[in-house]
């Protein structure tokens, strides 16, 4: 498939479907030297493995990631990465019905119309099986990136209607409340992202709040009791940006972490710090100024979200993207067949009642593998870079 490669020179490649074999990535252009085990990339995995908790799919899988190649002696060696994890529980009786017919929602329609056939067996290709290559290679850029102190960090925003209240880690940074003209909020402390992490980790959602945690764990109860599924929004920051990484015009990496992000399957909405919110906003409210701090230029808000003209400005980057219902739910639906009639069906196989926990360490596993290419293809931008590089 011509769509499985992402990346110009940290390049990802993934395989596998969801009742193959096995899953997986190739990726080629990581830097040699960097320490990598399967254990370190078995932590990043077990945050995205499914039977985990009640809100996630009861297919239980133990997403074991083996390195075939590219690591020796615990460091990688420069050359391809191979990242496989076998699947052990497929079902794929209980798919059989989908072979037949298109569930609302899903891909099987636009695959047969594409390929003329397809893997119906738990979706196949477009199984959220497929983000375990993204998460496995993902981990190995989280890994690169904290060797230059950037780090990444995704969390459950929203689930439905229910929100996050308690937001006083980063809510500064994309909401114009500053206390004093002193104060900066463009940049996330240690401390706060320290206290995000824990409080994320803290809930069964990823939602680091827990009043809204055991909300939303209330209205996925009733959701599921209904045979229904439900959606929310994952928020992501990623702190100690360097300034001046995006290709202006094409591969700006506003438009790079976009793309990286709308291929997850099920993301639906992308938005960049202020996001949708600067259409109703002035000139006046929406322009960040900037603040020259102790020789460094600072920025005293952040609603450009740490990026500017396709290129990061040294602020905390924050984005949010939208993830749907799950689309294979339950309870009766209307569709066709693949001889065009119109049928009623309850779909049968394992599904989560809801993607959102699952996707947000697959949001820092695409953020990562964006960023550590935008490092590295920023490489060549100055010829002074180039030439002390290669000066003897
Ligand atoms: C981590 C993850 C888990 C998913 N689990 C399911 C699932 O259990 N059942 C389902 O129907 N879709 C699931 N999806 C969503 C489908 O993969 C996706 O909706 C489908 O490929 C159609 O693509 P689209 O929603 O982007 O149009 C999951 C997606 C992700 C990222």
Redesign the pocket.
């Known amino acids: 498939m011509a769509g499985s490669s992402f990346g110009t020179i940290f390049k990802v490649t993934t395989f596998g479907e969801s009742h193959g074999i096995g899953l997986g990535a190739v990726l080629d252009g990581c830097p040699a030297g960097l320490s990598i085990n399967e254990e370190i990339i078995q932590q990043y995995l077990n945050l995205?493995k499914p039977g985990q908790t009640k809100y996630s799919?009861p297919r239980k899988e133990q997403d074991k990631i083996r390195i075939l190649s590219g690591v020796f002696e615990g460091k990688t060696t420069g050359t391809p990465i191979l990242l496989l994890a076998e699947n052990e529980t497929q079902r794929s009786q209980d798919y059989s019905e989908i072979a037949s017919y298109y569930?609302p929602?899903?891909?099987d329609y636009t695959f047969d119309e594409k390929y003329g056939f397809r893997d119906y067996r738990g979706?196949g290709r477009?199984?959220?099986?497929?983000?375990l290559g993204r998460v496995a290679a993902g981990a190995v850029a989280i890994e690169f990136l904290k060797t230059l102190g950037i780090e990444i960090c995704a969390y459950t925003k929203s689930i439905g209607a229910i929100s996050c209240q308690k937001n006083d880690y980063i809510s500064n940074l994309s909401e114009d409340n500053r206390e004093t003209e002193t104060v900066l909020f463009d940049k996330i402390s240690q401390e706060g992202l320290e206290k995000l992490k824990a409080d994320k980790l803290a809930s069964p959602l990823f939602m680091p709040d827990a009043e809204a945690s055991l909300l939303a764990e209330d209205a996925l109860a009733a959701s599921m009791e209904n045979k229904d599924s439900m959606g929310g929004i994952i928020e992501c920051v990623v702190s100690g940006m360097p300034a001046g990484i995006g290709e202006p015009v094409f591969n700006k990496l506003d438009a790079t972490l976009a793309k990286a992000m709308l291929s997850?399957?099920?993301?639906?909405g992308f938005e960049l710090g202020a996001g949708f919110a600067v259409a109703e906003s002035k000139g006046s409210e929406n322009n960040d100024a900037f603040v020259p701090v102790n020789g460094e230029i600072r920025k005293a808000t952040n609603h450009a979200g740490g990026i500017l003209g396709g290129m990061s400005d040294g602020s905390d980057i924050i984005f949010r993207t939208a993830i749907?219902p799950?689309?294979?739910i339950f309870s009766e639906q209307s569709t066709v067949n693949k001889n065009g009639d119109a049928i009623s069906v309850e779909i049968k196989g394992?599904?989560?009642p809801i993607?959102v926990p699952?996707?947000v360490v697959?949001v820092e596993a695409m953020t990562a593998l964006t960023i550590a290419d935008a490092l590295l293809v920023n490489m060549h931008s100055k010829l002074n870079g180039i030439q002390e590089f290669y000066r003897k």
Request: hydrophobic share 25%; proline share 3%; charged share 30%.
């Open positions: 995205r799919t569930r929602g899903h891909a979706g477009s199984s959220g099986r497929e983000t997850i399957g099920a993301v639906k749907k799950t689309p294979s394992r599904h989560d993607i699952r996707a697959v």
